[in-house]
């Protein structure tokens, strides 16, 4: 086995499975959907601003294509969820819920450098009953998750590098389009705007904001979440 969260020297990677067998990894991604959806829906109980939106292990094809650019025991999501949120309180409150229970290994931030159009915050767990796997956490503004239908179509154009690059280019700008147009929704429902920083949410000049104590906490979260144990910043998409 390998050691999660450590570097991988010779991509320059973290390391975020155990093994770097694809096989092995798979299986345990499959017999993992059950017990990752039952955590989630226990760790989530009857607060109402959080709702998963699914649970899924990657198809061999998705793993494949992703093998092509980097090692086995760096790929982060052989299993997966996404968890839609209403406001920056309920994400802030399911990240510490998430502190008490889960190993958090890593933590990558896609709001003010979307891609696509696509702005998440994606997580690295350590989730009890899945042994011999660590699982990503995509946490994505209600808006957002919504719209990600939407947008698949050009998804399925963009990552394919056989395309033609005008149809790459077009598929891009549509995505943004969608995507974007859903994250103004976002925060105009919770009278807000994205700062400048990653991750970090500040009050709108009007008098629908959230109260400013909410706000910190968001702010604050994740530095607050790895005080003792910085994550590395290894931004991945």
Do not use: C
């Not at 093994?19 to 607060?47: H, I, K, S, Y």
């Not at 090692?71 to 008490?100: I, K, Q």
């Not at 989730?127 to 699982?135: A, D, H, K, N, S």
């Not at 995505?175 to 009050?203: C, H, Q, V, Y």
């Amino acid at each position: 086995s390998v050691a999660v969260g450590a570097m991988d020297p010779a991509s320059k990677r973290m390391i975020l499975q155990p093994t770097g067998n694809v096989n092995v990894l798979m299986e345990r991604a499959a017999a993992g959907r059950a017990p990752l959806e039952a955590f989630l829906q226990q760790t989530l109980g009857d607060r109402t601003g959080l709702t998963v939106m699914g649970v899924r292990a990657k198809m061999r094809e998705s793993v494949e294509r992703k093998l092509g650019t980097r090692p086995p025991e760096t790929t982060s999501d052989y299993l997966g969820a996404r968890v839609a949120f209403d406001s920056p309180a309920d994400a802030d409150w399911l990240l510490g819920r998430l502190a008490e229970r889960v190993r958090i290994v890593k933590a990558d931030r896609f709001f003010s450098e979307p891609t696509a159009g696509y702005r998440a915050m994606h997580l690295q767990l350590e989730v009890p009953g899945i042994e011999g796997l660590t699982t990503e956490l995509q946490l994505v503004p209600r808006e957002v998750a919504e719209a990600q239908s939407r947008a698949h179509r050009a998804y399925e154009v963009f990552r394919d590098p056989s395309r033609p690059a005008m149809d790459i280019k077009r598929a891009i700008e549509e995505s943004a389009t969608i995507l974007d147009e859903a994250f103004s929704r976002f925060l105009k429902r919770n009278g807000l705007r994205l700062a400048e920083e990653p991750s970090r949410f500040e009050p709108a000049p009007a008098e629908a904001a959230p109260r400013p104590g909410l706000l910190q906490r968001i702010k604050d979260g994740l530095r607050d979440l790895f005080a003792e144990r910085p994550p590395p910043e290894d931004f991945e998409a």
